[in-house]
């Protein structure tokens, strides 16, 4: 049953449960209607960047962590297969859950679970910090980017660790009993290396400093949490974190933050059907770059509470120019969303994407509906068009997922997307919820349209 009975999906009349185990799914198309228009209230999930590193992270304390706001999503499933496979026990409650570490006595992680999510690789740090051992496949590249480890390797081994990679498998052992604390310097704010050294650096003997560090929230939510268990943390969210090691955590209880991938997401889809949604909870701080953009191109932003966040779309939009950059900078996460939307704006726009080396594969998809899009290296010019039509398309990554519903809910005709496993990965309920402010999608399994 491993994969099914666990975290069943909330459910109201007009919210149909999804399996959470994607696997089981049959492969299905999602037929899009569109010229949408949406209106009401969505609400919006726990984020799923801080759920994967908080659920690495519980492997830390010997004792039970309660994580509540927990989305559901495909990769909280892989995530709690992961830790199932290292001995832990999980139960669930609604959108908590309790994840009972005591027994954590595996160090190899299964090379069948790593390449399926990349973030499982997170558990490196917590393993070695606890074990002083841990084996973990290296995740491989995924369709964005050929994602590299090397940042996350050389921070262990400046925290006292031997590693070697044999065999497609990442193998650290502590030098000593107890990592040590250790200064280190990224060359890259790289989410995933801050992450995992912040975590093994909470149990190490003495200071550890990580300069240059990521900045995202979801650090922040990952350091909060850590500090709920007792961990000494100081600097989450700057580009200097210092970590004070101590000897152990205790159990604690903590709520996710709100996704502010899937809030901008939902902001997107107010603006390219020329409708209004009101978002919410999100936190409007991590919303800035999303909403600066929004605001530049024409669309109304309004803040209704410091928790909830209004869009309203306009009959039209400027251009724009959009760089992926690190937090506090446009987030890579919703380069796809925006694209889909400068695609109906006026003018020439362009897109650049720095983060990943590969994360403009949606570009070819929207252009088969209609789009106007050159590609020059990493930069996209989008030339606005008055409307586009609905086609069938393939999604390639999650966020490329979510824009090409968004451009389906927008386009004249019918838009039919395969490639849903992607979809499921990220987004709790993306369709539902979308249906509940209006719009018309459903799924059917493939060839029976
Ligand atoms: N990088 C290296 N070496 C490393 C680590 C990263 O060269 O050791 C490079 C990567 O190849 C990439 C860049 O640094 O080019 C940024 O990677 P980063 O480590 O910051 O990303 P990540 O931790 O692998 C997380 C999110 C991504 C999000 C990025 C950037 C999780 C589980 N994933 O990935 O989320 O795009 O940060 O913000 O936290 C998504 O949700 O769709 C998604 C891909």
Redesign the pocket.
Known sequence: MRGKDIFSVKQSNSIQPILINGQDRPESVLRIKGKATLSGYVPISGA??ST??IMAATLLCSGTSRVRNVPAIVDVQKMIDILRAVGVKITSDHNALDIDAKDLSESHVPYELVNQM??SF?VIGPLLARLGVARVPLPGGCA??????????KGLQALGADVIIDQGIVQAYARQSRLQGAKIYLD??????T?TLMMAATLAVGETVIENC?Q?P?VIDLANFCISMGAKIYGAGTKTIIIEGVDQLHSCEFGIIPDR?EAATFMVAAAITRSTISISPVIPDHLTAAIAKLEEIGAKVILESDRCIRVEGQPRYHHTHIETL??PGF???MQAQFMALLTLSEGNSTVKET???NRLQHVAELCRMGANIMLQGNIAVVTGVSSLCGAPVMAT???ASAALVLAGLAAEGETQMQGLHHLDR?YDQLEAKLRNLGATLYRQPLGSE
């Open positions: 799923k960047n994967l590193a990349r973030a997170f964005i980017g050929t994602r590299p480890v090397d940042l996350h390797v890259y704010p790289s989410v995933g290396a992450e990521a995202e979801e991938i690190p937090y987030p890579t996460d983060v990943f080396e990554d999650l966020r990220g």
